[in-house]
């Protein structure tokens, strides 16, 4: 059956080993770092790959490793993540653990039988390109994409599982892992970081400058619970100081509020709202952010300045896509999918050499 889906980019703010208040990493790069995941991965059986102890990280989302498959010709990686996840919102998926750890198959969970332990999730799919530093998410009907798991489970792995004999490795008061080089000469601490965030267009880009140009309002849309008054966040904390017609609590449901404001955002300010609030692209809920242009009641939504794009491939009726069969369909377009984050550097690249 033909699965399709969405590709929705991110720049890699930091990866690699940081002292405090520097943006230098000393090493573990992106490309060095997945690396050593994959190596650490093949080593491991499926229960073994989520790096925190459940005991002690309840606040964790459980995340294991399904597969890592990497690119020597491309210097890609493309990982399939599990998501250990319990709702009800979509199919859900269990894989039968066998005794000695490895994994047997994946079952959806209405046809699961027998008495095999099962670890019930979904999967998570990312596309890693060292060359742009930059990663992309892949996001189908029976899919799941969580940046922030994302970013937790690479942090996680390399604190606390991946070896690392080439540093001093120590943990502070505080839980956190601590790396120092086997070196005289470099007698600094170092952090482990890892950070990405939305990919928007270029400031400097001509449809960007267009739009900083045209905006004169701002529009925010959320949902509202009525009921749960001592929750209230964002726009539910107006209705305790304004007396709003029409909200009352009885029939215990929420609302949809739209508040417009009139602004004039520069092109940072655009680029900083596109990354921090815009929309999956394939989301289909109320909660949004868009801007009214030229004082027009039509409104362009942020996720359009989003750098996104499509994938359709065949799952051949199984319900979790293989790393190297999805990443094949990838590299077949992959000059066309970073085309567009190639022509976004070129201005960057042109202002850094002068």
């Not at 509020?257 to 109320?286: F, G, M």
Request: proline fraction near 4%; include cysteine.
């Amino acid at each position: 059956m033909l699965q399709s889906g969405y590709l929705n980019f991110f720049a890699v703010n930091k990866c690699g080993l940081y002292r405090h208040f520097s943006d230098i990493p000393k090493g573990l790069d992106l490309a060095d770092a997945f690396a050593r995941l994959k190596e650490w991965k093949d080593d491991r059986n499926f229960e073994a790959t989520n790096p925190w102890d459940s005991s002690k990280y309840k606040n964790k989302t459980h995340c294991y490793c399904h597969a890592i498959h990497s690119d020597s010709e491309t210097g890609d990686f493309f990982l399939v993540l599990w998501k250990g996840d319990s709702d009800r919102h979509g199919p859900l998926y269990g894989i039968t653990v066998n005794p000695d750890g490895s994994i047997e198959q994946v079952v959806e969970q209405t046809k699961a039988k027998g008495s095999k332990q099962m670890i019930w999730g979904r999967p998570c799919y990312y596309w890693v390109v060292p060359e742009l530093n930059i990663v992309a998410s892949l996001k189908f009907d029976n899919s799941r994409t969580d940046s922030a798991m994302f970013q937790d489970w690479v942090s996680g792995c390399l604190n606390f599982r991946v070896p690392l004999p080439e540093y001093v490795v120590s943990t502070t008061e505080k839980g956190f892992t601590r790396f120092e080089l086997n070196d005289d000469d470099d007698p600094y601490k170092y952090y482990f970081q890892f950070d990405v965030s939305m990919k928007s267009l270029s400031t400097s880009s001509a449809e960007m400058q267009e739009l900083a140009r045209k905006v004169t309002q701002i529009v925010r849309r959320e949902t509202v619970s009525i009921k749960d008054v001592n929750k209230r966040k964002g726009f539910a904390k107006l209705f305790q100081n304004f007396e709003v017609p029409y909200i009352s609590a009885e029939d215990n449901s929420i609302r949809q509020v739209e508040l417009r404001i009139e602004a004039k955002p520069t092109v940072e300010e655009l680029e900083q709202i596109i990354e921090t609030y815009a929309a999956n692209h394939d989301t289909k809920s109320w909660e949004d952010v868009g801007f009214v242009l030229d004082k027009s009641n039509s409104i362009v939504w942020a996720s359009k300045y989003r750098l996104t794009d499509h994938i359709s491939l065949d799952d051949d009726n199984q319900p979790v896509f293989k790393a190297d069969e999805i990443y094949a369909k990838v590299k077949e377009n992959r000059e066309r999918y970073l085309a567009p984050i190639r022509r976004d550097m070129l201005p960057k690249q042109d202002i850094a050499n002068g």
